[in-house]
């Protein structure tokens, strides 16, 4: 390859690369780290295990259990330190699917596109019932489906989605994008926005959340055998949600499938026209009681330098996933990367100066509960800002968890201080298309855990491909969805940030600290 013969030139003859501030990049450690980051990687087979192998990882189910126990292990089997699986708290009940079909019989038979909602149950064996339609927008017209229902098939009078677009599901950024968000400015701190309790649409909100409560717990006492609702997506994608709550103490509710919008709709038409539909379901899903804890995977490389091995890097992502796939690009591709960057740096046999740590966490996906409970438990709490020895200890967190596309730069966060340092640490991997520093936020996932008690942590910019279009939540989101040479890409650059915040001389700078977070 020209780049390997570029390295070599640099390399042989001295040369540092590019530098800003006081910063420096060795081009030697880079050309080791490229190498066994692009040409041996084990990104992929990782991220098999983690899909296809393990399953469905939702929090608390088994499949989330089978990802983490094998994560724990492989981390050990490349020698790194203290693998094991930490309790951050009490989450709740596990749950998983074990049976799903369903298909409408009259007036013919097709087997639709369904996936059950989470925690809900099951139907207790095959099901046969016809569609019934309720309407309605207040407790009061609920009554006229009194005795109506038991036995049938709940399906509610929803509007058809948005028109079809024409627009491609999967995109890169645009050079025009990307230089938007360099020439992003800093925004005025504002404090946490508030809702209006007082305002209308508080109010409608309010009403709205109430009568959805109201209108399951009707169906679930009038015994209906199944509900249908539609699910967002098109084109048999189908983004699902959860249908109960997981805690421990949550009420009943009754089977609940999230339709694909065409299969919704078909049956729908039909029997508004007052044709007979008849639909068919066999549906078994299980609980898990047994451990109400949550767990993340930790492991690490611990540092060498006497002064420096008590201070940490902290690299992670999400390995909970929903459960109508596998979670290829939410987010086993961001737990793969992180754990190749790992494997990455023990296979170049790299020493550090401070210790590297990864976490792997979970529940994410119902309020980043994985990252959170880790983060009051060796950091501080964001409600008090009362923080923890550990806290001053933790140069950054790195996180990825935006899908299968490639880095092309890093969210600062409003770091400022950082930008410089990141631009340098980014020159070396202009070939590879990551360039992009931006002082903007961004949110979502596990590195505002960090961020709220004033520990530097960063979400790389990853090409949105066909994220938020087709696979994220989604039945779409499967192993096939994955790009190789995207993964080896972010890994080696997260494997590069994290030698260079090891082996720079002061910790990653960082902001002001936050205020205590008002009490609500």
Same mark, same amino acid.
């Given at each position: 390859?020209?780049?390997?013969?570029?390295?070599?030139?640099?390399?042989?003859?001295?040369?540092?690369?590019?530098?800003?501030?006081?910063?420096?990049?060795? &081009?030697?450690?880079?050309?080791?780290?490229?190498?066994?980051?692009?040409?041996?990687?084990?990104?992929?087979?990782?991220?098999?295990?983690?899909?296809?192998?393990?399953?469905?990882?939702?929090?608390?189910?088994?499949?989330?259990? =089978?990802?983490?126990?094998?994560?724990?292990?492989?981390?050990?089997?490349?020698?790194?330190?203290?693998?094991?699986?930490?309790?951050?708290?009490?989450?709740?009940?596990?749950?998983?699917?074990?049976?799903?079909?369903?298909?409408?019989?009259? &007036?013919?038979?097709?087997?639709?596109?369904?996936?059950?909602?989470?925690?809900?149950?099951?139907?207790?064996?095959?099901?046969?019932?016809?569609?019934?339609?309720?309407?309605?927008?207040?407790?009061?017209?609920?009554?006229?489906?009194?005795?109506?229902?038991?036995?049938?098939?709940?399906?509610?009078?929803?509007?058809?989605?948005?028109?079809?677009?024409?627009?491609?599901?999967?995109?890169?950024?645009?050079?025009?994008?990307?230089?938007?968000?360099?020439?992003?400015?800093?925004?005025?701190?504002?404090?946490?926005?508030?809702?209006?309790?007082?305002?209308?649409?508080?109010?409608?909100?309010?009403?709205?959340?109430?009568?959805?409560?109201?209108?399951?717990?009707?169906?679930?006492?009038?015994?209906?055998?199944?509900?249908?609702?539609?699910?967002?997506?098109?084109?048999?994608?189908?983004?699902?949600?959860?249908?109960?709550?997981?805690?421990?103490?949550?009420?009943?509710?009754?089977?609940?499938?999230?339709?694909?919008?065409?299969?919704? !709709?078909?049956?729908? =038409?039909?029997?508004?026209?007052?044709?007979?539909?008849?639909?068919?379901?066999?549906?078994?899903?299980?609980?898990?009681?047994?451990?109400?804890?949550?767990?993340?995977?930790?492991?690490?490389? &611990?540092?060498?330098?006497?002064?420096?091995?008590?201070?940490?890097?902290?690299?992670?992502?999400?390995?909970?996933?929903?459960?109508?796939?596998?979670?290829?690009?939410?987010?086993?591709?961001?737990?793969?990367?992180?754990? +190749?960057?790992?494997?990455?740096?023990?296979?170049?046999?790299?020493?550090?100066?401070?210790?590297?740590?990864?976490?792997?966490?979970?529940?994410?996906? !119902?309020?980043?509960?994985?990252?959170?409970?880790?983060?009051?438990?060796?950091?501080?709490? &964001?409600?008090?800002?009362?923080?923890?020895?550990?806290?001053?200890?933790?140069?950054?967190?790195?996180?990825?968890?935006?899908?299968?596309?490639?880095?092309?730069?890093?969210?600062?966060?409003?770091?400022?201080?950082?930008?410089?340092?990141?631009?340098?640490?980014?020159?070396?991997?202009?070939?590879?298309?990551?360039?992009?520093?931006?002082?903007?936020?961004?949110?979502?996932?596990?590195?505002?855990?960090?961020?709220?008690?004033?520990?530097?942590?960063? !979400?790389?910019?990853?090409?949105?491909?066909?994220?938020?279009?087709?696979?994220?939540?989604?039945? !779409?989101?499967?192993?096939?969805?994955?790009?190789?040479?995207?993964?080896?890409?972010?890994?080696?650059?997260?494997?590069?940030?994290?030698?260079?915040?090891?082996?720079?001389?002061?910790?990653?700078?960082?902001? +002001?600290?936050?205020?205590?977070?008002?009490?609500?």
């Amino acid at each position: 390859m020209k780049l390997k013969l570029l390295f070599s030139c640099l390399i042989s003859a001295g040369i540092t690369l590019p530098v800003f501030a006081q910063e420096t990049v060795d &081009p030697a450690i880079v050309q080791k780290i490229r190498e066994e980051g692009l040409n041996h990687s084990k990104v992929m087979e990782t991220a098999f295990y983690l899909t296809d192998v393990s399953g469905p990882r939702l929090a608390g189910s088994p499949g989330l259990k =089978r990802a983490q126990n094998w994560a724990v292990n492989q981390l050990k089997t490349w020698g790194l330190a203290n693998a094991k699986l930490e309790a951050w708290g009490k989450f709740g009940k596990g749950w998983e699917v074990q049976k799903n079909y369903a298909a409408i019989t009259i &007036p013919y038979y097709h087997a639709i596109i369904a996936i059950p909602k989470a925690w809900t149950p099951g139907t207790g064996g095959l099901i046969k019932g016809d569609v019934v339609v309720v309407k309605a927008d207040s407790a009061a017209e609920l009554d006229q489906y009194k005795g109506k229902l038991q036995g049938k098939v709940v399906i509610f009078d929803t509007k058809p989605l948005v028109e079809r677009s024409f627009k491609v599901d999967a995109a890169r950024y645009t050079d025009e994008e990307l230089a938007e968000m360099a020439n992003a400015t800093m925004q005025p701190a504002e404090g946490r926005r508030q809702f209006d309790v007082n305002s209308p649409q508080f109010a409608a909100m309010r009403k709205l959340r109430a009568f959805q409560t109201t209108l399951r717990t009707f169906i679930h006492d009038e015994k209906a055998a199944l509900i249908l609702s539609q699910a967002r997506g098109t084109d048999g994608t189908v983004f699902t949600t959860n249908g109960a709550s997981y805690a421990d103490t949550a009420k009943a509710v009754s089977p609940e499938l999230e339709t694909s919008s065409e299969d919704y !709709q078909r049956i729908l =038409r039909l029997a508004k026209a007052g044709q007979k539909v008849e639909l068919e379901a066999d549906i078994k899903t299980q609980f898990l009681t047994d451990d109400l804890q949550g767990y993340d995977v930790v492991a690490e490389i &611990p540092g060498t330098d006497k002064k420096l091995k008590e201070q940490v890097i902290m690299i992670g992502g999400h390995l909970d996933s929903w459960h109508a796939a596998t979670g290829a690009t939410d987010n086993a591709a961001g737990s793969a990367v992180m754990m +190749e960057a790992m494997r990455i740096l023990k296979a170049i046999n790299f020493k550090p100066k401070r210790t590297i740590r990864i976490a792997l966490w979970s529940s994410e996906e !119902q309020g980043l509960f994985g990252s959170r409970g880790y983060v009051l438990n060796h950091f501080g709490d &964001p409600k008090t800002m009362q923080l923890k020895p550990e806290q001053a200890k933790l140069s950054a967190y790195y996180n990825l968890d935006n899908g299968t596309g490639k880095i092309r730069g890093i969210y600062l966060q409003g770091d400022s201080a950082a930008g410089p340092i990141f631009k340098t640490w980014l020159e070396p991997f202009k070939d590879l298309g990551a360039t992009t520093v931006t002082i903007r936020n961004t949110g979502g996932t596990d590195h505002q855990s960090f961020d709220a008690v004033g520990i530097p942590g960063f !979400q790389f910019i990853q090409d949105a491909i066909d994220y938020g279009s087709r696979t994220h939540h989604s039945n !779409q989101d499967t192993y096939d969805r994955l790009i190789e040479d995207d993964l080896k890409q972010a890994a080696t650059i997260i494997a590069s940030f994290v030698y260079n915040t090891s082996e720079r001389a002061e910790m990653i700078p960082r902001k +002001e600290l936050p205020k205590p977070q008002p009490v609500r």
